[in-house]
């Protein structure tokens, strides 16, 4: 039975990290003593370690043992043995390129389809979607391909963003961005603020958190679907 | 002699099309009746036709025609004859993947070292730079490269945005992001504010516009450079 949690960022302003998505992690990781944590998104260029640290210390608080996915000889069998995963944030373009590189983000894809709990905030939610072609990161580093794991039927883009009334920026809005993807694909985006994730149990998808999410499809207008609804029927 | 702009933004907030740059442009294009103008990029989705018409009309004020490259059954062949260029901005993912696509990139930065003039504006800009990899935009297409042009020997950040004072919002910031970059590459990055442009005319290469720019260095904190300062040394 498929179970994961996509959330839009790993902290909230004010707040520890991961600190509210500790109940959702409660019930996520429910009977797992260890998981794998994938680094590879290095936020702001840290190690490898040094991040596997950070998440071992906020999962020691849900009583979960964490290995970095870069200690183990062969990761692709670690990742097919393994008892969940949590997937951190930093430069979706690293990321993917780091889980192409190594051919592993199809043997990820199917042991989260075959039940293994998974957990993914901001970059780590992007490789959820079809692609990661609606990141807000910077492309520092070019991945072999842009397709990720399509543990759901349309895209992400996490820390969603409304339009600032009365900026004088003249870069383009998040909204602009995103229907200039749906001008090239068809795929559908939701715009996941922070504060927001995403829920899969079993056949079971919904929108978490207190906020609305922002639903931008081919050929309609943008529009705002309410915290619990249903996602199972974006495609 | 090489002669070149590559300016932040096409438009500075509450003027019209290209206006704060048509002293430079008088300079940029003196002697030039027809340029080539490239709209591979296409901001909001507007087609190659549309965009060409927009770029007609400023380029009339100056005295200047305008072709649309797409209208080329050989626009190879037609980059190699022309008499000036004009990228505008938009994604540049679709300028990019356009461009290598059709052969175009290094045919185009050919005529532009054989020495005609050339103008890009934010992604029409970022293809000036060695890579594109330090472009704002969302990767809403995948492009078979990121290597770009070349110009100039560092890479380009237009819209350059400092850190919002009090923001609670936990995405990364631009300087996060083009800092992640250094941690995996080596070349230098100009984040350019709107309202400044690069200006190279033979060997000559400057910053120009009222603001400073922002320079980020592998190993070095970054730092600013006034208006009217050399970049010939950057590399």
Same mark, same amino acid.
């Given at each position: 039975?498929?179970?994961?949690?996509?959330?839009?960022?790993?902290?909230?302003?004010?707040?520890?990290?991961?600190?509210?998505?500790?109940?959702?992690?409660?019930?996520?990781?429910?009977?797992?003593?260890?998981? *794998?944590?994938?680094?590879?998104?290095?936020?702001?260029?840290?190690?490898?370690?040094?991040?596997?640290?950070?998440?071992?210390?906020?999962?020691?608080?849900?009583?979960?043992?964490?290995?970095?996915?870069?200690?183990?000889?062969? +990761?692709?069998?670690? *990742?097919?043995?393994?008892?969940?995963?949590?997937?951190?944030?930093?430069?979706?373009?690293?990321?993917?390129?780091?889980?192409?590189?190594?051919?592993?983000?199809?043997?990820?894809?199917?042991?989260?389809?075959?039940?293994?709990?998974?957990?993914?905030?901001?970059?780590?939610?992007?490789?959820?979607?079809?692609?990661?072609?609606?990141?807000?990161?910077?492309?520092?580093?070019?991945?072999?391909?842009?397709?990720?794991?399509?543990?759901?039927?349309?895209?992400?883009? +996490?820390?969603?963003?409304?339009? *600032?009334?009365?900026?004088?920026?003249?870069?383009?809005?998040?909204?602009?961005?995103?229907?200039?993807?749906?001008?090239?694909?068809?795929?559908?985006?939701?715009?996941?603020?922070?504060?927001?994730?995403?829920?899969?149990?079993?056949?079971?998808?919904?929108?978490?958190?207190?906020?609305?999410?922002?639903?931008?499809?081919?050929?309609?207008? +943008?529009?705002?679907? +309410?915290?619990?609804?249903?996602?199972?029927?974006?495609?």
């Amino acid at each position: 039975m498929k179970h994961f949690i996509l959330a839009s960022t790993s902290t909230l302003f004010g707040e520890t990290y991961l600190a509210y998505l500790q109940p959702a992690m409660n019930v996520l990781y429910e009977g797992v003593d260890e998981i *794998i944590f994938i680094p590879f998104a290095r936020p702001g260029g840290i190690s490898h370690d040094d991040y596997t640290s950070k998440a071992a210390e906020a999962f020691a608080q849900i009583g979960v043992r964490v290995r970095g996915l870069h200690t183990f000889d062969d +990761p692709a069998t670690a *990742i097919s043995n393994a008892k969940g995963f949590f997937t951190g944030g930093g430069n979706t373009f690293l990321l993917v390129k780091t889980l192409h590189e190594q051919g592993l983000m199809y043997v990820l894809r199917d042991a989260v389809n075959n039940g293994a709990p998974y957990m993914g905030c901001s970059a780590g939610s992007n490789i959820g979607g079809v692609t990661m072609s609606n990141t807000n990161d910077m492309p520092i580093v070019y991945p072999s391909s842009f397709d990720t794991m399509g543990l759901i039927s349309f895209n992400l883009n +996490p820390h969603y963003l409304d339009p *600032i009334p009365g900026s004088q920026h003249m870069g383009e809005t998040r909204e602009t961005r995103i229907k200039e993807y749906l001008t090239q694909n068809t795929t559908p985006v939701l715009g996941l603020r922070e504060g927001s994730w995403i829920y899969a149990k079993g056949d079971s998808l919904t929108l978490e958190g207190a906020l609305s999410a922002r639903i931008f499809e081919a050929g309609k207008e +943008p529009y705002e679907l +309410p915290p619990g609804s249903s996602l199972a029927n974006l495609q």
